[in-house]
Nanobody
Framework: QERLVESGGGSVQAGDSLRLACAATGGRFGWYDGAWFRQAAGKEREFVAGVSRADDTKTYADSAKGRFTISRDNAKATLYLEMDSLKPEDTAVYYC??????????WGQGILVTVSA
């Protein structure tokens, strides 16, 4: 049974950078694909970036391409999201999620990122 805890969020100004981390416990992190989603106030949750369990495939939303980088360290059972050149429209609660080969999803609690102009 996996449990996810996000860290690294906070309040920054436009143009700054943040690095989010998602630490997993339970011992089977390496079997799961990983991804980051976000949800802004008054809007639906949206996909941001994903990485395969083998760390050989990465995908990004158009809004994240060229600015965000997803990565993982299976030895540390941790998923990361490096965010550069942040914009006010990036303000949202960011969620880490992992998905098993059978499609079972486990979500983190979420962490707030606020970007001021």
């Amino acid at each position: 049974q996996e449990r996810l805890v996000e860290s690294g969020g906070g309040s920054v100004q436009a143009g700054d950078s943040l690095r989010l981390a998602c630490a997993a416990t339970g011992g089977r992190f390496g079997w799961y694909d990983g991804a980051w989603f976000r949800q802004a106030a008054g809007k639906e949750r949206e996909f941001v970036a994903g990485v395969s369990r083998a760390d050989d495939t990465k995908t990004y939303a158009d809004s994240a391409k060229g600015r965000f980088t997803i990565s993982r360290d299976n030895a540390k059972a941790t998923l990361y999201l490096e965010m550069d050149s942040l914009k006010p429209e990036d303000t949202a609660v960011y969620y880490c999620v992992i998905t098993s080969p059978s499609g079972v999803r486990i979500w983190g609690q979420g962490i707030l990122v606020t970007v001021s102009a």
